[in-house]
T-cell receptor, first 114, second 110 residues
């Protein structure tokens, strides 16, 4: 969906370095999500946010941090504590917080270790 | 936490045949079941979804069935075409969290 923009498309991280993945949406959606996808695997939830200035941990939050200072932005930081960060990262959003709405995905960021 | 099992992990069919992918879930509070198609290196795209008050939904060659009693739902693709080749993910929502199945790699041979 063109309304969700992830950048960069490819990112390389050095040992001990923190990196931040950007996710911006112009859909006026309330809820935003970050997923990690490993090769040949399904998507696993890292963090999600249902409202500005609030967010909750997903299934694999360790080694990651997020912020939600603006409704349209939900950046994900991969910290040095995440020892195996190589994966495809997907950001998604939903119009509201109701539990029966489809998620719209960005094009993803592929993160690799140098 | 919620658990979604998806089978098979790979599926190879001849063009024109039907393909069926099955998922089971554990949380009886789940009330929304989307299916996504993901081509290599791209984002998942929603192809069909079903809500818990409906037993079946159809959209051209794609249909989804839901059995809430047995806690399973299935994706049916008829008259498969080579462009249907992709990875398909089922998912369910319980408590505002979307849980994905492990994915099925569908290969349609011309």
């Amino acid at each position: 969906d063109g309304g969700i923009t992830q950048s960069p498309k490819y990112l390389f991280r050095k040992e001990g370095q923190n990196v931040t993945l950007s996710c911006e949406q112009n859909l006026n959606h309330d809820a935003m999500y970050w997923y990690r996808q490993d090769p040949g695997q399904g998507l696993r939830l890292i963090y999600y946010s249902q409202i500005v200035n609030d967010f909750q941990k997903g299934d694999i939050a360790e080694g990651y941090s997020v912020s939600r200072e603006k409704k349209e932005s939900f950046p994900l930081t991969v910290t040095s504590a995440q020892k195996n960060p190589t994966a495809f990262y997907l950001c998604a959003s939903t119009p509201g917080t109701a539990s029966n709405q489809p998620q719209h995905f960005g094009d993803g960021t592929r993160l690799s270790i140098l | 936490g919620e658990n979604v099992e998806q089978h098979p992990s790979t599926l190879s069919v001849q063009e024109g045949d039907s393909a069926v992918i099955k998922c089971t879930y554990s949380d009886s509070a789940s009330n929304y079941f989307p299916w996504y198609k993901q081509e290599l290196g791209k984002r998942p795209q929603l192809i069909i979804d079903i809500r818990s008050n409906v037993g079946e939904k159809k959209d051209q060659r794609i249909a989804v069935t839901l059995n809430k009693t047995a806690k399973h739902f299935s994706l049916h693709i008829t008259e498969t075409q080579p462009e249907d080749s992709a990875v398909y993910f089922c998912a369910d929502i319980a408590g505002n969290m979307l849980t994905f199945g492990g994915g099925t790699r569908l290969m349609v041979k011309p």
